[in-house]
DNA sequence: GGCATCACG
DNA sequence: ACGTACGTGATGCCC
C-alpha cells in the first residue's frame, strides 16, 4: 500500500499499475521518458525496459519494486494458502509427464516447480515449506548437468578436462574467454564466464548477451567468438546435430528420447533459427531429463529396502527433494549421492551436492 | 482465451 | 530494417 501511493506520487496519477496497457501510458506519454519499444498490442513494460528507464526517473524502480512484491503475493502466498490440506499442512502437485517437449517433467495445480529462491523475499516464501517434526528435509542437486551432459556428446577436450578435474567451469569459461589465468579471475568475471556458458546452451547471440550484461555488441561478439574458439568441438557437435536433423526431421537424446523439429527446414530465416535453437537445447536439456529420471526410478525401486522412512517429494529438473527421519539421515545421504551420480556412465563424473535441513531453504 | 509478465531450472 | 535465449505454469488485464 506504501509503494502504491509512492507510485501514484512519482507519477502525477492513479491507475491500475498491474495493467501493462495503462503503465505505458503513463510511462511513454505522460512522462514520456526513454524510447517507447515494442509488443504485439502496445508498448513494453518488462523488467529489462523498466531496468533501462530507471536512469531517467524514479518511477520504474518503484514499478519493478511493485511487480515483484505482486508476483510473490498472488502466485504464491494467496494462493498456495488456499491449497494447504485441512489439519495436514501438506500441499500436493501433479507432475507431467507428456507435456514438456524436452522430456522434462512438469508441475501443475499448483506448479511446484517454481518456488522462489532467488531473493530475500522470495526466500520467506520457499521458507515455509517444511519437514514434519522429528524429519529432515534433503535436497540432492546435480551440479552444472547440462554443461556435463554438452561436455561428453560434444567430446570437447577442454570441457572434458575441466569436469574430470572437478574445477569450476564458470571461472575455466571466463578465464578462456578473457585470456586471463584461473588464478587472476574476478567475481565479475566469473559471472560473466556462466552467463556465457549459459548463452551457448540456449543458442544466444551477441545481441541478447550484450543487454544481459550491459556491453555493447561488438564485446559481446568477442566473447561469444573467444568461447567457440576455446571449445572447438561444441561448435563442430552443433552442426553435426542440426545437419542431421535436418534430414530426420528430429533430433534426441542420449537415450534416444525423439523431438521432431520441422522448422528446421523453415524458410523463414528467424523460424528457422529459432528452431536450432530449440533443436540443440533439447539434446543436453533432454539427456539430463532423462538421467535424473533414471535415478528416480531406480530410487523408487530400491528405497523401501535402503530406506523405508524416506518419502521422495519433488523433482525441480536438477534436483530431488526427499523428507527423512533424523534418525536415517545419515543413511539417505550417501545413497541417494551414489544412485545419482552413477545411475549413467558418461565420459565426464556427475556431481550431485547435497544438503540437509529443517526447510527448503536451509537445505542449500 | 490471448497477451504480457515473471516465478523457476 | 528486422529480430535476436531453451523449457515450463500462474496470474492479472482486457476483450
Ligand atoms: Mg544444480
Ligand atoms: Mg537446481
Redesign the pocket.
Known sequence: DILQKKIYEEAGCEF?I?????L?KVLFEDLKLGTPK??????????G??EDLASEHQLPELI?EY??L???K??YI??LIDLIKEGKGRVHTSF?QA????G?L??????L???????EV?RKIRKAFVAEPDMLLLSADYSQIELRVLAHLSKDEVLIDAFKNNEDIHTITASQIFGIKLKDISKEQRAAGK?VN??TI????A???SK?LSIDVAEAKRYIDAYFKRYPKVDIYRDMVLSKARETGFVETLFERKRFVPDLNSKNI?VKQ?AE??AF??VF?GTAADIIKKAMIKLHMELPDKCADAKMLLQ????LLFEVSNKHVDILKPYVKDVMENVVQLDIPLIVDIGVGASWVDVY
Open positions: 491500475n498491474n495493467s501493462p496497457k495503462q505505458g515494442k509488443t504485439k498490442t502496445g508498448y513494453s513494460t518488462d523488467v525496459v523498466l519493478l511487480r515483484s505482486s508476483k510473490l498472488s502466485t494467496d494462493a507431467n507435456v514438456a517437449a524436452t522434462r512438469s508441475s501443475s495445480d499448483p506448479n516447480q517454481n518456488i522462489p529462491i532467488r531473493t522470495g552467463t549459459f548463452a540456449y543458442g544466444q547471440g545481441f541478447g548477451l544481459q528467424m529459432a535453437r530449440a537445447n533439447t536439456q525441480v529438473h536438477d534436483e
